[in-house]
């Protein structure tokens, strides 16, 4: 990266200011953005030995153009990314502003990243203020510490939460960890995955705010967000590069260092085409999609804008099943505002919700039961059916041997009128009326000739999938197998909770009050959506803000 930056700084026009005290000096960084292939490029600055605080305002000087900002100390080391912040970035030895990292403040070369996340109007200008002080003016942070993974306890149980949340330090966002608690455990969640875009600052505020919410697991991850694609990694704890194109920066290169890290990938909203008005939003990564431990099938509840893209959203996830690929289905509500003051399009927290089937609540165990496959999501909140799916001991996420199987769905907390179907290899099969909670039903499935099938269930509300769970995959008998006749008989399936918190002693209990329970009978058409998306805030385009 070095090597970079002698071009980057003939870039700008550096004019230094008067000082204006003995304990501050300024300067301004002006340019044009490079017209060329790359999505991000660097604006250099000297730091000199006792800078004790840097503070960077920007401005990309156009009503047309959005760009994006973040931080490189001299080593190339990230010190921060706040994509569409509009206040400054604070950085000192003790306390930075949100989306950055504090720590000592090396004399050398800095440089400021700049994302090309829009040049409608290129080429493009920015105005960059760095004040560089040697006392620091921002109070220290003490609530920071060192990420350690949460254990809650709890026995083996589906584990209800949401994949798919954002906090203040996130650009876009504005909830405090406190708030995404209450909100979540107000309706009846057990964790949520605070995915915050191409930082891990929040992690730095796991421990004190989960002592204040015991009930409550904090999962940590991080959104991938490029202007090609977001992708969840879901359990990252350190930082991976986003800046795709730069050297040594590739998707793959991406997924290695979060499969070092444990971490399980999900595309998300990966149907989600809107062009400037979300940008990068729908998957175009160009990644094995073996690499994929999960598929967010929806994003939003069904009563939001997700109704929209929850159908493509699963063609993409079978689309890659039929490639043979097992990715688990999950559900994220894409929240930024702890389910307050939420516009026409936001959804809240636990919007949709998904269960993970895990040993305890545990961020280990929650990350073991999703990369095992043991999903289910109820596509529009918590309040919908709990739907469990067995054949015999298996599960969702298993597969197995047999002649024809018994394959077994137990639904509890369905309105009247729905109806329960198996979906074999994509095509949905015959549904069955619910009747009664809980309501079990047997279907008999033949093995296909060769190979495997792939099999999941659905509840269907007003003849629409609600709940969905993983498939299991159902293979003939190998002749070296023991004739097993049918394979129903053994251990009961694990049993539902139906997304309770853990003090629940009623085992296929219904899901938790509360949650919208309203649905729009008449589906708008997506053109007019996308005006209604286009009224939104200018920066709402750079962001991953998924309506």
């Not at 760009?67 to 990314?81: E, K």
């Not at 929040?202 to 904090?218: K, N, S, Y």
């Not at 009563?303 to 959203?313: E, N, P, S, V």
């Not at 129903?488 to 219904?510: K, L, Q, V």
Request: a negative charge; one cysteine or more; proline letters at 9%.
């Amino acid at each position: 990266m070095t090597r970079l930056w002698p071009a980057l700084a003939s870039l700008a026009l550096l004019v230094p200011l008067a000082r204006a005290s003995a304990a501050e000096t300024v300067q301004e960084l002006k340019g044009q953005v490079p017209i060329d292939s790359l999505d991000h490029f660097f604006v250099a600055f000297e730091v000199p030995v006792g800078t004790r605080e840097i503070e960077i305002a920007h401005d990309d000087l156009s009503d047309d153009n959005i760009l994006d900002w973040g931080l490189v100390d001299p080593r190339g080391v990230f010190r921060g990314w706040g994509g569409g912040n509009e206040e400054n970035a604070v950085i000192g030895e003790a306390a930075a502003s949100r989306s950055y990292v504090p720590g000592p403040l090396a004399a050398g070369t800095w440089s400021v990243v700049v994302g090309k996340a829009k040049l409608a109007a290129p080429p493009g200008e920015y105005l960059i203020t760095v004040t560089l002080r040697d006392a620091p003016t921002s109070p220290a942070q003490p609530e920071r510490a060192p990420y350690q993974p949460a254990a809650l306890g709890g026995a083996p149980r589906w584990y209800a939460g949401d994949f798919h949340v954002h906090s203040r330090e996130s650009g876009d966002a504005s909830p405090s960890l406190d708030a995404i608690a209450e909100f979540a455990r107000g309706r009846g969640l057990d964790f949520v995955v605070v995915t915050d875009h191409n930082t891990t600052t929040h992690l730095d505020f796991f421990a004190d705010a989960q002592a204040r919410h015991p009930d409550l697991l904090f999962v940590p991850g991080c959104e991938f967000t490029t202007y090609a694609g977001h992708m969840n990694a879901i359990g990252a704890t350190a930082w991976v590069d986003h800046k795709l194109g730069q050297p040594g920066v590739t998707i793959t290169a991406a997924a290695d260092a979060y499969d070092q890290q444990g971490a399980v990938l999900s595309a998300n909203h990966p149907a989600l085409a809107l062009g400037d008005l979300c940008i990068g939003c729908a998957w175009e990564l160009d990644l094995d999609p073996a690499r994929l431990g999960a598929v967010e099938i929806a994003t939003g509840g069904l009563d939001k804008a997700g109704k929209f893209f929850t159908d493509d959203a699963m063609r993409f996830w079978d689309d890659l099943c039929d490639q043979g690929h097992r990715p688990a289905p999950i559900g994220g509500s894409d929240d930024h505002k702890a389910g307050l003051e939420l516009g026409g399009f936001d959804s809240p927290i636990g919007d949709p919700t998904t269960l993970v089937y895990a040993d305890a609540l545990a961020v280990d165990a929650m990350l073991a039961g999703l990369r095992a496959g043991r999903t289910i999501v109820k596509l529009q909140g918590p309040a919908d059916p709990m739907l469990e799916l067995s054949s015999g001991t298996h599960v969702p996420g298993d597969s197995f041997e047999s002649a024809a199987a018994t394959f077994t769905v137990r639904v509890t907390g369905a309105p009247a009128g729905a109806s329960v179907r198996l979906v074999r290899d994509r095509q949905p099969q015959e549904p069955v009326p619910v009747v009664g909670d809980p309501f079990t039903h047997a279907f008999v499935v033949e093995p296909p000739a060769a190979g495997h099938s792939r099999v999941r269930a659905e509840v269907l509300v007003d003849g629409q999938p609600r709940t969905v769970t993983n498939h299991l995959w159902l293979a003939p008998l190998s002749p070296e197998s023991p004739t097993t006749g049918d394979p129903t008989t053994g251990a009961e399936p694990p049993a539902s909770t139906g997304g309770t918190s853990e003090g629940s002693d009623s085992a296929g209990a219904g899901p938790p009050e509360g949650g919208c329970g309203c649905r729009i009978d008449a589906p708008f058409a997506p053109v007019l959506m996308a005006s209604l998306l286009a009224l939104r805030r200018r920066r709402r385009a750079s962001s991953s803000h998924v309506p």
